[in-house]
């Protein structure tokens, strides 16, 4: 190892010590003395160890993301990053060794290289050689991938109950994109050629990487907190496979199944379609397409009223056409044409009925005017007035009570008598005697 071969400056020591033997010029044999501040080294004599050292060592299989891959004269200069810290490494690929590879790479990409370092000395700056290249983890990858959609879909996360409508014209529009990417101008453009007064709301989130999945969590997170944003698009303008591992990561796809907004997947790659597009409440198959479909055409929907309003109109008439024969073809039918005969039809009828009425009228009467008479005798029969008409009096005592005998009059009480045609006072003179007179009445 290189830390086994060199060793630092630092307390006691004044100088790197090679311990791998003799040097190899006649400059490293006038220097094997560690450097002091007296007789420091050369720059070109240190530079040249270092390259000595870094040569010595053998290659190495290094796994990494391809975050800068630049082509200049046919060799390639990139950088290697780390998976999950926070380190990375140049790397320089001749032509010869760039034209032996059988698949072709790019920034982003997911690779394992064979590298050996190198130092350059009139630089000082150190590089990995790289003498292959392949893609890493295809297989490993798909697996990975197929379990969570199994999994997720066990959840019902793909169930196509739980998407929720698209509003017909949304205000506000979120887009989740990249920054100045073609995704972005591809959805504001067609969008606002179709709506001129749609409004976006753009949270841009890196779409390639490490980075796409937290990025694209939060931004679609703060889009689905703002009231004012009806639908959200997530935008990217394609790629391969490897480049869109971001959006099958299971924190974006959760996130989008937990939103409340409406959200458009519009990634843009029909072969190997991300988990995105099945949880989203919508796939676009491109950003354009996300556009067309979220936005109305202004000139299409004009027209689409205009082909209402005919078509309403179209019916209408025919509604009031077809109700106007009807109308005509009623006042044409025998039995409106003359109302006449309806009367004539039941004029002997209803005299008949009238006649019939009237002469129950009058029976009625009669019979009920001769129940009164008998009701009437029945009553003057019965009434005390009758009784006075014969002769008879009513006889009352001074407190007005009807006297029953001569008992309740004694001689000198007051007496009132009631005849038939008045009333009269009297005083009692005691009882009298049918066979002979003991008192009277004055």
């Known amino acids: 190892m290189l830390s086994d071969r060199l060793t630092g400056i630092g307390p006691g020591l004044t ?48 796994e990494g993301e ?17 998976l999950e810290a926070d380190a990375t490494l140049s790397f320089t690929m001749w032509s010869s060794v760039r034209a032996r590879l059988s698949e072709q790479f790019k920034q982003g990409d997911h ?35 197929e379990r969570l959609r199994a999994k997720l879909a066990a959840e019902g996360l793909f169930d196509p109950r739980r998407r929720k409508p698209l509003p017909f014209l949304p205000a506000v529009v979120g887009l ?34 490490d980075r796409t999945a937290p990025e694209v969590v939060a931004a679609i997170r703060r889009l689905d907190a703002d009231p004012e944003v009806e639908v959200i698009i997530v935008a990217r303008g394609g790629g391969d496979f490897q480049n869109l591992l971001g959006f099958s990561d299971e924190r974006v796809v959760r996130a989008t199944a937990a939103a409340s907004t409406p959200i458009v997947s519009a990634i843009g790659h029909e072969a190997d379609r991300p988990l995105l597009d099945e949880v989203a409440d919508l796939r676009a198959s491109t950003p354009t397409d996300a556009a067309k479909r979220v936005v109305p055409d202004v000139a299409e929907e004009l027209v689409r009223v205009e082909q209402a309003r005919a078509r309403l109109g179209m019916r209408l008439s025919a509604m009031l056409a ?32 009238v006649a019939r009425g009237s002469e129950l009228v009058e029976r009625g009467i009669e019979r009920q005017s001769a129940r009164v008479g008998e009701l009437r005798g029945h009553l003057r029969a019965l009434s005390p007035q009758s009784t006075l008409d014969r002769g008879y009096a009513i006889v009352q005592g001074a407190d007005g009570r ?16 009631t005849l038939a045609e008045g009333v009269l006072g009297a005083v009692s003179t005691g009882a009298v005697v049918r066979d002979g007179t003991v008192g009277g009445a004055e």
């Open 176 to 209: 989740v994109t990249g920054r100045d990417s073609d995704a972005e101008q591809d959805v504001l453009r067609n969008a606002r050629l179709r709506w001129p007064a749609v409004e976006f709301r753009t949270a841009y989130a890196s779409v390639q990487g």
């Open 66 to 82: 391809i975050t800068q891959w630049g082509v200049s004269g046919g060799n390639v200069y990139g950088k290697l990053k780390d």
């Open 322 to 353: 077809r109700e106007i024969d009807r109308i005509g073809h009623l006042r044409a039918r025998p039995a409106l044409a003359d109302a006449g005969w309806i009367v004539d039809r039941r004029a002997e009828e209803l005299t008949r009925w």
């Open 15 to 62: 100088g790197w010590v090679d311990r791998d033997g003799p040097a190899g010029t006649e400059r490293d044999s006038m220097t094997d003395a560690p450097a002091t501040r007296e007789h420091p080294w050369p720059v070109a004599l240190l530079s040249a160890k270092l390259k000595d050292y870094l040569d010595r060592l053998g290659t190495v299989w290094v």
């Open 402 to 417: 009807v006297l029953r005998g001569p008992q309740g009059a004694p001689e000198g009480s007051p007496l009132t008598l």
């Open 111 to 145: 690779a394992i290289l064979l590298v050996k370092p190198s130092w350059w000395v009139k630089g000082g700056s150190l590089s990995m050689q790289v003498y292959d290249m392949k893609h890493v983890g295809l297989g490993d990858l798909l697996e990975r991938l």
